[in-house]
C-alpha cells in the first residue's frame, strides 16, 4: 500500500482559506509551527493529514500604530514585534524576549502562541493584562472579543471551529509600574509567570492588576479591588490584607503546587510593598 502524502494548501486570501476549509474540514491551520515542534522530540515531524499554511495572508502579517492602539497581526513573528522598540508595552516586550532563542522567535507567531490550544503559554498573560482585543474570523463574520474572555475558564480558547485568530489589538496606556517575571521552571511543567501593573492618578492608586499563569490564567479582581481607590502611599495594615487575600486565593487553586503558591505570594508582597508608608 502506497504511502498516505499530506495535503499542503497555501491560500492567498481569507476567502480562499475558507473555500479550502469547507472542502476539508479536518484541515488544520499552520502558522510558524514552533507549537508542533515543541510537543514532538524525534528528527522527523508528524504533521496534520491536511494543512492550512496562513503563510501567504498578506493581512495577517500587518503592523498598525495610532496614539491608543498597537495592532498586529496573528502571524507577525515575535521578534518583529520586540524589534518594534520602545512603541511596545514594556511588559510585552520583556515576556516576548524571554521565550526561547532567536531562532524560535524568528518562527514563532503571536497569534499561535496567544491561542495554542493544549497549553497556555506565555504571551496570554500579557495580553490579558493589557486588556488586548482579538478579532476572530470565520467564514461568514469577523467579532472582536477581549483576551481575557479568550483565555477564561469556561472559554478555553475563544476560538470556535472553523474559526482564526486574525489581528490583536493592543492598548498604549501608561502604567506607573509594570513587572513581568518569568520564574525558574520544573521539568514537565508548565511555565509560570506573573505579570503585576499598577497606574496612579493624583496619589490615589487607580488601577491594579496581577495576573498570574500556571496551566491557565489566574486573576483575583476581589483582592484588586482592595487597593483601587487608597491614597498613596498605602497604609502598612492595607498592604497586609491585600496579601492576605491574594494568599488564599491562590491557596484554593489546585493546580497551583505550594511551592509555587508561596514563590507567587513573595513576589507580590515584595512589589506591593514599594507602594506602602
Known amino acids: 500500500m502506497a504511502e498516505q502524502l499530506n495535503l499542503i494548501f497555501i491560500p492567498a486570501s481569507y476567502s480562499e482559506l475558507f473555500t479550502m476549509w469547507n472542502r476539508y474540514p479536518t484541515a488544520v491551520p499552520y502558522a510558524g509551527g514552533t507549537e508542533l515542534i515543541r510537543k ?14 496562513l ?20 502571524m507577525v513573528k515575535l521578534s518583529q514585534i520586540i524589534d518594534l522598540g520602545k512603541i511596545v508595552p514594556v511588559t510585552l516586550r520583556h515576556c516576548l524576549r524571554s521565550i526561547g532563542g532567536p531562532q524560535l522567535r524568528n518562527m514563532a507567531t503571536i497569534g499561535g502562541n496567544f491561542c495554542a490550544r493544549d497549553d497556555c503559554l506565555d504571551s496570554s498573560a500579557v495580553l490579558v493584562a493589557l ?26 480558547t475563544g476560538l470556535k471551529p472553523k474559526e482564526i485568530l486574525t489581528r490583536i489589538k493592543v492598548p ?4 506607573d509600574y509594570s513587572i513581568y517575571k518569568k520564574f525558574s521552571e520544573y521539568a514537565g511543567q508548565s ?21 498570574y499563569k500556571n496551566k491557565t490564567l489566574w486573576r483575583d479582581k476581589r483582592s484588586e479591588s482592595i487597593l483601587i ?30 511551592p509555587s503558591r508561596k514563590e507567587l505570594v513573595n513576589f507580590i508582597e515584595v512589589n506591593i510593598l514599594n507602594f506602602s508608608e
Request: net charge positive.
Open 40 to 53: 514532538q522530540g524525534s528528527e522527523i515531524l508528524a504533521l496534520p493529514s491536511i494543512i492550512l499554511s
Open 229 to 258: 481607590g487608597k491614597q498613596l502611599p498605602l497604609n502598612y495594615r492595607i498592604v497586609a490584607d491585600f496579601v492576605e487575600s491574594w494568599k488564599a486565593y491562590i491557596s484554593g487553586i489546585g493546580e497551583v503546587d505550594k
Open 191 to 211: 511555565s509560570r509567570v506573573v505579570v503585576f501593573l499598577v497606574k496612579a492618578q493624583k496619589n490615589i492608586l487607580s488601577d491594579i492588576r496581577i495576573i
Open 172 to 175: 498604549l496606556d501608561t502604567w
Open 55 to 74: 503563510e501567504k495572508i498578506e493581512e495577517m502579517h500587518r503592523i498598525s500604530r495610532t496614539e491608543r492602539y498597537m495592532e498586529v497581526g496573528a
Open 131 to 156: 486588556d488586548a482585543q482579538c478579532e476572530i474570523r470565520n467564514a461568514q463574520s469577523t467579532r472582536w472579543i477581549s483576551a481575557s474572555r479568550f483565555h477564561s475558564q469556561h472559554h478555553r
